[in-house]
Each structure stands twice: as structure tokens, then as C-alpha cells.
């Protein structure tokens, strides 16, 4: 599943742990409305973007400092013809520190260019990682923008 799925790279001078810290603090770097936990192993929590969009998600796996997974466990996008499109999916952190310097490798397994949404989805992820997660990491501020939809 994960072998073309959308995929995007960072760096950033701070620690992974640290890093996975703010990645769960998503509201500062996504630009949603927010709601649950995103924390711990075992988290709920829904994201919301406009009018009745959302995606609930499940932190599934949770590695201190190198790993963190979080699976759509339901969601609804009005905006394309299969509306519960990333169920199942999964967005997956993968994080490695050398020299006080951490490589952040974030890939939404599933989102492949033959579903509906990628052409949208793949510029959107390509702003909240490389854009908005790669500011809020170094300088504390997100970089917001209106969503793609």
C-alpha cells in the first residue's frame, strides 16, 4: 500500500522527541478545528475543515522519538465522488535525530495517485509538512493557508 502513496521530507534543528511532541499539537501547524487527544498510543481524536468535511483518527502506534502512525478511522469529504475516501488510510511520521538535527518522513499510506482526491491532497500535504509543520517546528507559528477544498 505504502509503495507510491504520497510521501514528503523535512528537516529540522530539534530533537525527534521534542518534534513528535508538536506533531500531535496539530491545530498549530494543520490550521483545523480540533478535537480529542492526539498524545498518546490509543488517542482519538476528529479534524474538521469546512462546512460538514471530517476525518476521525486513531493514534495507532506511538515510538517516542522515531514513530508515529495515525489511522482514519472514519471521515467524510463532500467534495468527491467517494466521500469516505482516506478510511483506512494512514498517516504515518517516521523521525530520525542525528547531531541535533531531525529528518521528519511523513507519508499518508493509501493516498495514491489513482484515488480521487491526490491531485488536491498531495498539494495540501505538500504545504502542511514542507510549509506549515516545517515552520511551526523551527520558529513555534504554523503557516496557515485557506484549505485546498
Known sequence: MQNNSFSSSISATISAEEAIKKISKIPEWWGVTFTGNAD???????????????????VTELIPGKKLVWLVTDCHMPWYSDKAEWTDTRLVFDLKESNGTTELTFTHEGLTPDVECYKDCESGWTHWIRTSLASYLTTGKGAFRPPTK
Request: hydrophobic letters at 30%; glycine letters at 10%; proline letters at 0%.
Open 40 to 58: 498518546n498510543q490509543g488517542d482519538t481524536f476528529t479534524v474538521k475543515m469546512t462546512g460538514d468535511s471530517f476525518f476521525n483518527f486513531t
